[in-house]
């Protein structure tokens, strides 16, 4: 059973920047793709960025970020120390969303929800005018 738990969210104004990290525990992280999900209030779940993980065959997966958020976040990972960070800059007020930290029990990334089998918890980000 893989554990996820986020931190790093926060109060921020429109402009600034905040750090996600979430931290994983149980399985095989450096195998895992991961992925940054956010839902804010009376909207779906949508994709933010993701990570593939690494293959038997030691090939590694891919980066891809959402629209809504390309070019202002960075998604990075630390197999020596399990755990995947958000990187995120010149932060809106759309921004605001509780974002959540998935993990996918295959080294292929995909940006569909359902394709996730792990969840934290979730961190709110809330983006100031």
């Known amino acids: 059973q893989v554990q996820l738990l986020e931190s790093g969210g926060g109060l921020v104004q429109a402009g600034g920047s905040l750090r996600l990290s979430c931290a994983a525990s149980g399985g095989t992280f450096s195998t895992y793709a991961m992925g940054w999900f956010r839902q804010a209030p009376g909207k779906e779940r949508e994709f933010v960025a993701g990570?593939?993980?690494?293959?038997?065959?030691?090939?590694?997966?891919?980066?891809y970020y959402g629209d809504s958020v390309a070019g202002r976040v960075a998604i990075s990972r630390d197999n020596a120390i399990n755990t995947v960070y958000l990187q995120m800059n010149s932060l809106k007020p759309e921004d605001t969303a509780v974002y959540y930290c998935a993990a996918r029990n295959q080294w292929r990334l995909t940006t569909t929800a359902k394709d996730f089998a792990y969840w934290g918890q979730g961190t709110q980000v809330t983006v100031s005018s």
């Open positions: 990570i593939g993980g690494r293959s038997i065959q030691g090939v590694l997966g891919d980066t």
